[in-house]
Every structure is written in structure tokens, then in C-alpha cells.
């Protein structure tokens, strides 16, 4: 694998210059950004400071939420923001039930019709989508894709150089047949992304924020690495947690634990 | 199907006599129990009470929580008291990850082993044991079987008359796999039990009290109760809402929105 990535939600509130200044200090060579975060600083601004810092963008978060009325435009804004970013990957989170709707088979296949839609503006851009998996308990509201298999059975009608799936060990380390799709995705040349993080209980009201650094909870980190190894892929490893503890850290702080957390999984 | 029951988990704050007397008022003639709740009224007083006003206990919640050091005499206890209240159904909640352990498969396997070491006694009682598939979120803390295929996979080795499973409709909705679970649970003659609650948002923090009563939420509760009934089914369907709002209201207007939640989803 190419080595660890600081994806930039983990440090939520670390400036973008003084991320990329902490990365090089660090010797992380690569960063996962943000849409709303870029958006704040300036696309082209970022690009360029990233650039300049000789810093590769792993991946932009995140495009997706085919829930909301105007999915196609945004996702097209998405799409030329990664690649503005120059980085070749764009992970969708596919978006909820819509409204009051209780049709999570329909909602799945907009998710897969949407995706097909955006492929020639993708392929045309040089980015890759990866659809990303959530955990089940965001299939209501975020990411009705609750499962690896789901992500690749979503994908399988499109070439795999315009849509992957990204691997996430705090969404899928519950579910025993991830090994297997692993293993499927790796065989399918799927595997756009594979990003730590892990899990922690009690979970925080709202859920979104409750995930450790790696190495903090119940997931086999080595194992994922080993099978996302073994599955032939030669990415970079992000690590993303969102939890409100670790955005009140210092920047370099958190970056040194999820350097320490990405060294452990991948020994 | 055998028509509604109050899972007394709905009306947790009802005391006991009250909510017999509640059910015999409007024409509900089962109950599931819980452990705690009955040991506190007094076991043999509560089957007297229970028996005496006709109603039928359908299950009894719960015994299981197998990472725990004394989950043997525990669930014997269980058994027995599940015998004498009079049902033939013991819900089987299987517990998470023993203390730090990361080893989910080695988890697994425990629970089908002990599972394995209490068909025995729960054959001499008469009882059943129901596994119950919890949603993926409690996968680390409460219960490592976190879909209906894996419940089913861990009573196979065991006769469906010993051991069944529970289908319970907050769990599964997510999980695109669950039809063919039904029906394959219906075809291995293993459905133990059928339990509604509703998917509602934003989570609670700690998750556990966050159900809503059917109807309520995003759960396509028709086409559980349909896929249950094509299964063979032919036993009680249990509401049970876990929610501090739901207990802090009078049980006679929960058991009344309950029951027409029942009433909808099966009709």
C-alpha cells in the first residue's frame, strides 16, 4: 500500500495551511479533503498549497446524498472539484430514504441509476467514484449502501476505472461477510479507498461523531489491512474519525496517534 | 398469525397488574415478559396473575449474554423461569465482545457452542431457544449476532423445535439479505418469535431506547408482517418500543397505539 493519509475530518478544526505545514513536518505525504472545508479556503487555492507542499490528495469527501433534489448538479460540482484538487477519487456517500419513504429497494436502485448518470462526467474528468458503504445505522437518514456487497453489486454495471467502493473498517468491521467481499473487490479492481477508523461505545447522541482513532476499539485493524493487502490493493490508508474529544486536540497531536494507529494495522 | 401481544418492554413503566388488567380491558390476549420485571413481582405470582387473567405469555426477554463469566447458571435460571411462567419461547440476546477482545469470529463461535450446552436443559423444560439478531450498532456491547443469516447458521446444527430465531423488524430493516432470511427461517421451520418496532431518527445517545411504535418511523412494516405470514408463521407478533418518551406516557394509550401500529401492519 502507498502509505497513510491524513484524512482532513479527523482534524476538523486544524486550519488547512497549518494541516499541510503539520503533514510535511511529519513526513505524511498525503491528505483526504473535504468538500465544504476546500469550498471555505478556495478549490483552486487548496490545490495549489497542496501541490506546493508536494502533498498527493487521496481522495475528496464526498459527493452522493442522491436523496436531495439537486444530487445531479451537486455531484457535478463534486466531480471538477476533485479533479481541480488533482486527486483521482471521489467517495460518495449515497444519501438516505427520501422524505418520508419507506421504499429502501427503490431508494437503492436511484442510488445505482444516479451513479450510472455521473459516470461519463466522471470518466471525462479523470475521477473515480467510490461508492462507500455506511454502517446500518445510517440507512435511514445518510447511506441507504449499508453493506460492501451492496456497494459492489451498485457498481458491477459500470467499468471498474470509473466506479469503485471504498473500504471503511468503522462501517463494515461487524458484518462476516466482509472478508469475502474484500476479496470480491480486490478480484473486480473495486477498491478506490480504504480508510481507519474504529469503534467505540457508548455511542454519542446522533451517532455521527462516536469513532476512535485506530487502535481505541473493537476492530481487527490488522486483519482489514492484511485483506485489503492481500485483495491487491496499492492505495494509500486514510484515517478518518469524527469525534468531538479528538477535534478538540491539537492537530499535530491527533495526526502523531493516527500515524501510530495506521503503523500498528498495516506492521 | 396468532394476533397481537404487548411486549412489556413497551409499557416498561406499567406496573404488572396494571397492564394485565390493561390488556384484558382491550382485548389482548398475550404478553411477552422480562426477566427483570417478573423476578422483582415475584416469578410463580406473575404466571398465577398471567394465567388467571387468560392471557398467554408468548416470550419471555431475555437470556443469552454469553460473554458474561456466569452465563450458564444464568440461562438455566432463565430457562427454568421461562417454564414457569408458562411460555415455550426464551429470547436469546448473545452479548458483545468479551471485555477488550477484537476476536468477533471467536465471539460467534462461543455463542453457538453455548447455545449447543443449553439445548439439553431447554429441551426438559419445554422451551425454546429464540436467537435473536440485534442491529449491527450493538454488535460490540450487546449482542455479536448482528444478522438474521448468522442466527440462522448457529441453530442449524440444533433441532428447530430447541432452537429458533426472533425476526424482529428494528434489527433487520436494513439488511437486503433479510427476505430470503425469512423465508429460509420459515422453510427451516425456525421462527420463534416476531417483534415490531419502528426505525426513527436522530439516534438517542447509547442507542438502546431509540424505537419508535410501528408506524412511526422508516420500517416497511407490511411487508415484514406478509414475508413472516408467506414464511408459515402462525405465532403472536410482539410490539416492542424501547423509548423514554413512549414509557413516560400512560400504558393504556401506548397499548392502544401499539396495537393499531399491529393493526396496520398486518392488515
Known amino acids: ?19 499541510v505545514a503539520g503533514c510535511v513536518d511529519a513526513g505524511v505525504t498525503a491528505v483526504g479533503l473535504w468538500r465544504e472545508e476546500v469550498t471555505d479556503y478556495g478549490t483552486e487555492k487548496a490545490g495549489s498549497l497542496v501541490r506546493d507542499a508536494g502533498l498527493t490528495v487521496s481522495s475528496l469527501c464526498r459527493g452522493g446524498f442522491f436523496h436531495e433534489a439537486d444530487w445531479y448538479d451537486e455531484n457535478r460540482r463534486a466531480i471538477e472539484q476533485a479533479a481541480a484538487l488533482g486527486t483521482d477519487t471521489l467517495v460518495l456517500v449515497s444519501g438516505g ?119 481505541t476499539g473493537s476492530v481487527d485493524m490488522r486483519r482489514f489491512a492484511r485483506a485489503v493487502r492481500e485483495a491487491g490493493y496499492d492505495g494509500h490508508v486514510e484515517v478518518e474519525v469524527f469525534h468531538e474529544e479528538v477535534w478538540s486536540r491539537p492537530g499535530a497531536e491527533v495526526l502523531a496517534e493516527a500515524l501510530s494507529g495506521y503503523e500498528a494495522a498495516v506492521s
Request: include cysteine.
Open 1 to 19: 500500500m502507498r502509505g497513510f493519509s491524513l484524512n482532513q475530518a479527523t482534524t476538523k478544526h486544524w486550519p488547512l495551511d497549518d494541516l
Open 97 to 215: 430514504l427520501p422524505g418520508k419513504s419507506r421504499d429502501l429497494d427503490g431508494a437503492r436502485r436511484h442510488v445505482g441509476d444516479a451513479i450510472g448518470a455521473l459516470v461519463p462526467d466522471a470518466q471525462a474528468a479523470g475521477v473515480r467514484l467510490a461508492i462507500e458503504p455506511l454502517h446500518p445505522m445510517f440507512c435511514s437518514d445518510r447511506c441507504v449502501v449499508a453493506t460492501l456487497g451492496q456497494a459492489l453489486d451498485i457498481a458491477a454495471p459500470y467499468p471498474a476505472s470509473a466506479v469503485g467502493v471504498v473500504i471503511d473498517t468503522y462501517h463494515l468491521w461487524w458484518d462476516d461477510t466482509v472478508w469475502d467481499g474484500i476479496a470480491r473487490a480486490g478480484r473486480e479492481g473495486r477498491i478506490a479507498s480504504f480508510q481507519l477508523a474504529d469503534w467505540i461505545t457508548p455511542l454519542p447522541s446522533g451517532v455521527l461523531l462516536g469513532r476512535g482513532l485506530p487502535g
